[in-house]
């Protein structure tokens, strides 16, 4: 769980997974929405997960943080075990940060106290600190001249970027990101992934859900592909997406590509 | 005003008449016009013919009528007699109407906010009773709930001379067992503050088990001496029942090896209580008698009112407050400068605590400091002509001084005077009415059934995704209600809070019902024994209007401070 920090971005996968799932199950109510997972992502790897909708995709990343609870399997976060103990839930959050779909900035705050609030309540920094971080991080997302304004008044694509720099300042070791561009105008797309791209390149573990085709095959290292709550296929996005396997596979491809 | 039509052709003044009537801002105008003209026309015959008709019975509107002898009685009113004019009629309502409106909101709004946070609460039973509550409350008259609270809840306490006392009147026998028994509880906390999970639940089932077991002895002894009686203190080790006793529990200790280990705690806990309680009542190590106290009441409860000591500020208070005021200066710099250095290095100092801390060593040594000074002397008075000192008490039980005079004599900063029963009333001590107590109760209660389900909104009005993303930063739950939800929950929660507020402000005329002496009682007294009706509901009015004016402006400006900026 340390060796990473000795590696340089982006040279090699080490072998110690940081997030592993072994046949996690989880239902609502009757349904059965995810069955029998078991994925392993090593450290400074970029796994882009894909199906149609009502898959469970969104759900499966949802329970690496917890925000939903699975009810049967193990999942395993950089060495902490997710159970009910919420001194466990809460170091797993503070190792991982989330991007939604719909960006969830809090309104009431300017952009900078969005960035600020975590790493001043939860890690405890100071507000020199933070502010530095936030600075900086606003600066790396490419917004540092909207950092007074509120969320409000900024484009969905400024805010998602904001989003991701929120993300950041828990300097977080993995990110997971839902649906990331799915809420914005077409244009606005392309300035997150950039950042995101960006992100990847500087060695971030990242899980992304996405129906961005052409970010997958350029920047995922492994592509998942879920249907009906099972984990279909997977592979590199060369092989997956030019020479699918599993029929269901090849079906979605064709509809979406 | 120019026409809608070009001047090019020169069109008649006709055709420019009908272009400026149809035009819509010429409409807007005169219509405004109109309607004014109409309203002041109505006002004016209205206010005319009932000027004439007041006239005609010599009654003109006016106030120097307020100033006359008022000549009624107001039920619980300091300082007020028959003898006072109406102006003071009218404060002492003004100041009962703002005590209930004061106390009223702020009631409200702790319990209203209590049980909307209730209504969402993940507990099954909570939430169930709190809405069971909260929908009888909705759907009832206000003015039924006002009788309900006054003739069943309130005028059901004892007469004056059962009253009830806390702590209670005469010797208060406190057991020993129930003193060990705290004190064993406040031991039991201290050693287990830091001890594991399994060490607690081992720790405190032990105690509640031994209490149980104790209790239970004792109560089988009463209640059936031939068989238990003589088993307290018997202590032999020949009785076969001792044995017995002895089996069972080392069996149940023995079990606890076979069961999960998730509940081996608890057993092993409860089998060692029931020994140690078993043995100390079998052994006669408890002892029976209590601690004798006699201490005077402080609070009476009875069908007139609740009374409770009078608090005084003596001639000793400013120094002692100089103190105070110095102390919380002094906590408030130390909170701000910790604030800061907490802020530059990220280093957390308690700084709550540390401020309190300085507040209360100030308060206390300003109190010892104030209270050391030298003793003023006796008061003089009169005794067969001649000037002699007399003990404070004593002149006081003679009432040769006042209790204000003999304020100046006492040493202490604030002098506390417990109610005393004299036969049949309360020699001291205020008193706090059933009709305050009945209307404050259903006015409260009334108005956060309404408030509970506007913070229920409130908090429901937030998107599910705030919730999320503030999970996933790994803001704790208390962050995440103080610092995301709540402060946008308030800004969907003000306007019909106020609302609400406004309700209870003019609800509390429902006083008259219960003979409440409120704004609206007296002055309604006062319109009828003077005939000045008009003029005495007018001042009803514009109490009430200036009342909840306050309210609104309060209210808007705290609700401008909570609006979201957007473009």
């Known amino acids: ?257 | 005003m120019n026409s809608a039509t070009t001047a090019q052709t020169s069109p008649s003044f006709f055709k420019r008449a009908r272009a400026v009537i149809t035009d819509l801002r010429f409409i807007r105008i005169v219509g405004q016009l109109v309607f004014f003209a109409l309203i002041i026309f109505a006002l004016t015959q209205l206010w005319n013919s009932m000027v004439t008709a007041l006239t005609a019975n010599n009654l003109t509107p006016n106030l120097t009528f307020m100033q006359n002898r008022a000549g009624f009685e107001i039920g619980g009113a300091q300082g007020y007699t028959p003898d006072n004019t109406y102006w003071d009629a009218f404060v002492v309502g003004l100041k009962n109407t703002l005590s209930i409106i004061v106390f009223g909101l702020l009631g409200t709004t702790i319990l209203g906010i209590l049980a909307g946070v209730f209504l969402l609460s993940g507990n099954w039973l909570l939430r169930n009773i709190t809405r069971f509550f909260v929908e009888i409350l909705r759907n009832t008259p206000l003015l039924v709930q006002i009788f309900i609270m006054f003739f069943v809840v309130v005028l059901s306490l004892p007469p004056l001379r059962d009253s009830f006392a806390v702590p209670r009147d005469g010797i208060t026998i406190i057991s020993y067992t129930v003193i060990a028994y705290v004190i064993t509880a406040v031991v039991l906390w201290f050693v287990l503050r830091k001890a594991s999970p399994a060490r607690k639940t081992f720790g405190w089932t032990a105690l509640a088990a031994a209490i149980i077991v104790i209790t239970l002895a004792f109560w089988m002894a009463s209640a059936q001496p031939a068989a238990w009686g003589n088993l307290y203190g018997a202590g032999s080790l020949g009785d076969i029942r001792f044995w017995i006793f002895i089996g069972l529990c080392a069996g149940a200790a023995v079990l606890g090896l076979f069961i999960p280990a998730k509940f081996r705690p608890s057993l092993w806990g409860a089998v060692t209580g029931v020994l140690i309680g078993g043995l100390l009542f079998y052994f006669g190590a408890i002892p029976a008698s209590g601690l004798r106290l006699e201490l005077s009441p402080v609070i009476y409860l009875n069908n007139r009112g609740l009374v409770y000591p009078e608090v005084y500020a003596t001639s000793r208070f400013a120094e002692w407050f100089a103190f105070v005021a110095l102390g919380f200066g002094f906590g408030i710099a130390l909170f701000y400068y910790l604030r800061r250095l907490t802020e530059t290095t990220g280093k957390p100092y308690p700084r709550l605590r540390y401020a309190v801390l300085v507040f209360l060593a100030f308060t206390i040594v300003g109190w010892l400091v104030v209270s050391g000074e030298p003793a003023p002397r006796n008061p003089l008075v009169e005794q067969d002509g001649a000037l002699v000192g007399m003990p404070v008490q004593q002149a006081l039980d003679e009432q040769l001084i006042t209790r204000e005079e003999s304020l100046q004599y006492s040493t202490t900063p604030i002098e506390v005077v417990l109610p005393e029963r004299r036969g049949l009333r309360f020699g001291s001590g205020q008193t706090i009415s059933p009709e305050y107590s009945a209307l404050l109760l259903a006015l409260v209660v009334y108005t956060a059934a309404f408030i509970a389900e506007i913070v229920r909104a409130g908090i429901l009005a937030v998107p599910r995704g705030q919730l999320e993303a503030a999970r996933a930063l790994g803001l704790s739950y208390s962050q995440l209600l103080r610092m995301v939800i709540l402060p946008q929950a308030l800004r969907v929660i003000i306007p019909p809070l106020t609302n609400q507020y406004l309700n209870l402000a003019k609800n509390s005329s429902l006083a008259i019902a219960i003979s409440f002496a409120d704004v609206y009682q007296v002055m309604n007294t006062v319109g009828n024994q003077s005939g000045q009706s008009v003029t005495a509901i007018t001042i009803v009015m514009v109490t009430y209007l200036i009342i909840s004016l306050i309210i609104s402006f309060g209210m808007n400006w705290v609700n401008s401070r909570f609006q979201l900026v957007t473009r």
Request: charged share 25%; with cysteine; hydrophobic share 40%.
């Open chain 1, 1 to 257: 769980m340390t060796e990473e920090k000795n590696n340089p971005a982006g040279v090699e996968i080490s072998a110690e997974p940081i997030i592993i799932c072994d046949r996690v199950n989880k239902w609502f109510g009757e349904y059965h929405v995810l069955r029998d997972i078991s994925i392993t992502v090593a450290p400074q790897e970029v796994v882009v997960v894909i199906g149609p909708s009502g898959s469970g995709k969104s759900t499966f990343i949802r329970c690496i943080n917890r925000l939903e609870e699975h009810q049967e399997g193990e999942i395993i976060v950089d060495g902490i075990a997710m159970g009910h103990d919420i001194r466990n839930i809460a170091a797993i959050r503070r190792e991982i940060g989330m991007v939604f779909q719909q960006f969830n900035l809090f309104p009431h705050l300017t952009v900078l106290q969005n960035v600020m609030l975590a790493p001043t309540n939860v890690r405890r920094w100071s507000k020199e600190k933070a502010e530095a971080k936030a600075r900086e991080l606003l600066e790396r997302v490419g917004i540092p001249e909207q950092a007074e304004k509120y969320p409000g008044q900024l484009s969905g694509g400024q805010q998602q970027r904001v989003a991701i720099a929120r993300a950041l300042a828990m300097e977080p070791k993995i990110m997971l990101f839902d649906e990331p561009t799915s809420a914005l105008d077409p244009e606005m797309i392309k300035e997150v992934l950039d950042v995101m791209q960006e992100l990847a390149k500087s060695g971030m573990t990242m899980v992304v859900v996405t129906h961005e085709m052409g970010f997958a095959r350029e920047v995922a290292d492994r592509v998942l592909f879920f249907d009906q709550g099972r984990l279909v296929e997977s592979g590199t996005p060369d092989s997956l997406f030019d020479n699918p396997q599993h029929p269901r596979t090849k079906m979605f491809l064709s509809q979406i590509l």
